[in-house]
């Protein structure tokens, strides 16, 4: 088994150099399948999550190339099955972009049932809907969604979401690329990494406008052609570096971001105490001298603040000087680290799953702990970094899940933390 050993109480200093998004970089992998054409993608972050699509990828039939640990040449034309066989892909939530891919080009899909992190209910209606509006017949077992638009042709249609969901919107958009005619998603998810999908999609010839609001409109286009593209900065590994920078007091520039997409976090960082300087592709976190202080979050669909960086905030205002309130508004399970955190002497206690009412303390003491979650894990690193002593933290495939070299990025900013295999 792999921990992380943490000696807290370092100030984090230095540039750390933040890789692309993982959640953008996971729906454009499956995108590579609407076309014939080799793509290069850059900016791809190694870690877990990916490594599993890129598998996935390949048993389809797909062929992949690591030109470098960041950046891949793929070419999808010579996939000759529609079935998804992966063990692994039951592990990560991303696994349902192959059925809108494979539904798209080639109008059917089996899929295994989507696993990932454990953070509350997790429905996949709203891609069942989105997917049946085409045309398809969309049958959800107890192992998989098998998804068949040879029935009917499949065609476009205005599909109205009943709840904002980043994957549905994804999925949705995958499905209709190539589908003929127009197809419009009123109350789509607007979340950068959407964006990013529609931008991918629309460089090698797809006609997409409107993502980034509400309202998506898709022209569907007989092909799409070969290209390449550089994946976003992650907006969430970006937030824990700067959060990281508040909760050990330091001076963190994180380098490689868009500061728009981390505007809901600045603005919190700044009540919170935090000095915060932007420039064209960094920002500048410098952490009080004193406590950090209360204040209240709501986590939202974007522009608001991200459900994904829920425990990382919580985390921090443990140590604030009063009593913070968190709402988490997307998932209904987000603080299983709660328990953890206890342990490390966070005054914090939930009601009904959804409000943390956190009342700070002067400091942690270092503690054994288990992530149980992929940003609980990495929420749990930083309350072991501003920590007094030691702290061992294991259930670390959840956090190499999503962050490249986390522990690497951590040292070089001056943090006492080792991984080790115990
Ligand atoms: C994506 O999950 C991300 N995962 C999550 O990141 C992120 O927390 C979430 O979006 C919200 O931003 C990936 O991109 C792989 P949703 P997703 O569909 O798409 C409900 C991380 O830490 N819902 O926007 O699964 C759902 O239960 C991960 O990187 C339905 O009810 O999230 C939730 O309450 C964790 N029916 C809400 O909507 C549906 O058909 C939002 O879910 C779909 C969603």
């Not at 970089?25 to 791809?44: G, K, Q, R, W, Y």
Request: charged letters at 20%; a negative charge; proline letters at 4%.
């Amino acid at each position: 088994m792999k921990i992380y050993r943490i000696n807290g109480g370092e100030s984090l200093k230095g540039h750390v150099y933040i890789s692309g998004a993982k959640n953008a970089a996971l729906p454009i992998l499956a995108a590579t399948i609407l076309t014939d054409e080799t793509i290069t993608l850059e900016n791809v972050p190694k870690v877990n999550d990916t490594i599993i699509m890129v598998e996935t990828l390949e048993k389809l039939g797909a062929q992949v190339e690591y030109l470098d640990d960041n950046t891949l040449k793929i070419n999808t034309s010579t996939i000759n099955k529609y079935a998804v066989e992966n063990p692994s892909i039951k592990k990560i939530r991303a696994s349902y972009y192959f059925a809108g891919a494979l539904l798209g080009r080639y109008h059917q899909a089996r899929v295994p049932l989507p696993g990932g992190c454990n953070i509350g209910g997790r429905g996949l209606d709203m891609h069942e809907k989105g997917f049946e509006s085409l045309g398809a017949d969309v049958k959800i077992t107890e192992s998989e969604i098998i998804v068949d638009g040879e029935s009917w042709p499949l065609s476009g249609a205005r599909i109205y979401m009943d709840k904002v969901s980043v994957g549905a919107t994804i999925n949705i958009m995958l499905a209709a690329v190539l589908t003929p005619g127009k197809t419009i998603i009123e109350g789509a998810a607007k979340e950068p990494h959407v964006v990013d999908v529609a931008n991918f999609i629309n460089g090698i010839g797809g006609h997409i406008t409107g993502a980034g609001t509400d309202k998506i409109r898709i022209n569907g286009v007989p092909a799409l052609k070969g290209g390449t593209y550089a994946v976003i900065p992650d907006q969430i590994e970006a937030g824990t570096f700067m959060m990281a920078a508040a909760i050990t007091h330091g001076d963190v520039v994180v380098d490689n971001v868009i500061p728009t997409h981390l505007d809901s976090i600045s603005s919190k960082l700044k009540e919170m105490g935090c000095r915060i300087e932007e420039s064209d592709e960094s920002v500048r976190v410098i952490g009080p001298q004193g406590q950090l202080r209360r204040t209240q979050v709501k986590t939202l669909p974007y522009p608001g603040f991200p459900t994904d960086m829920q425990p990382q905030i919580s985390v921090a205002l443990g140590l604030a000087d009063g009593c913070s309130t968190v709402v988490e508004s997307i998932f209904d399970n987000r603080f299983m680290y709660v328990n953890e955190l206890k342990k490390m002497g966070c005054n914090i206690v939930v009601d009904e799953c959804t409000t943390a009412y956190i009342e700070g303390v002067d400091y942690y003491q270092g503690a054994n702990m288990t992530s149980p979650d992929l940003r609980a894990g990495a929420a749990l690193v930083l309350a072991a970094l501003a920590a007094k002593g030691q702290s061992d933290i294991d259930g670390i495939e959840y956090i190499e899940r999503g962050y490249e070299n986390f522990d690497t990025k951590l040292r070089a900013l001056g943090a006492n933390i080792e991984k080790l295999e115990v």
